[in-house]
């Protein structure tokens, strides 16, 4: 099954949706994957290929979400059930060989963050998985810096994706001593 399918079973908050909200996660991720950084860049991204995926996505709309649109969706979209359509197309998209490099790394989301002129923000992150080997991202896991903290996060993320013989490079957040619980199948040297 192709990327769609997956996005479709993410819950739609808008009572009223110009578009499905598919259409929109779909080119965030194109986006992104073209090296959009902000809303703006989307929104250059959207317009510049409009035509053309308005007919690959074979939709009924003269034009795609505006600037707005997907600034509203994406300060409002449950990250927790995006990752987990993310998750499942990538688990059934993607094998993991034996001797897989896999990078991982928490990203906030900027449009996420709560209290910004307090010193202790609460803000959403993905912290994500990444296959040096196949250039793709195997895995996300999100996050809230206020409810769990990246080492947790990393952990959970890999304990989900049931690896084996899979090596690992994390930046020095990881470098604490007590990084991972006894419970868990993954293991780590530095």
């Known amino acids: 099954m192709n990327l769609i399918h997956y996005l479709q079973q993410v819950p739609d908050f808008r009572t009223q949706p110009r578009y499905p909200l598919w259409v929109v996660l779909l080119l965030v991720i194109m986006g992104v994957m073209s090296e959009c950084q902000g809303y703006r860049a989307l929104e250059d991204f959207v ?4 035509a053309v995926l308005l007919e690959l996505m074979g ?3 003269e034009r795609l979400p505006s600037y707005s649109t997907l600034r509203r969706i994406m300060i409002r979209i449950d990250f927790r059930a995006f990752a987990c359509a993310f998750n499942a197309w990538a688990k059934d998209t993607f094998t993991l060989g034996e001797n897989e490099h896999l990078s991982t790394d928490g990203k906030s989301i900027k449009a996420s963050v709560k209290d910004y002129d307090q010193s202790c923000q609460d ?3 993905l912290v994500s998985a990444f296959s040096t080997k196949q250039g793709v991202v195997v895995g996300l896991k999100p996050m809230h810096n206020g409810q769990q903290s990246e080492i947790v996060t990393v952990q959970t993320l890999l304990d989900v994706l049931e690896l084996h013989n899979v090596c690992f490079t994390m930046d020095a957040l990881h470098t604490q001593k007590k990084r991972l619980s006894k419970s868990s199948a993954v293991t780590m040297t530095m």
């Open 47 to 50: 317009i510049r290929h409009q």
């Open 59 to 61: 939709l009924p709309q």
């Open 123 to 125: 803000f959403a992150s």
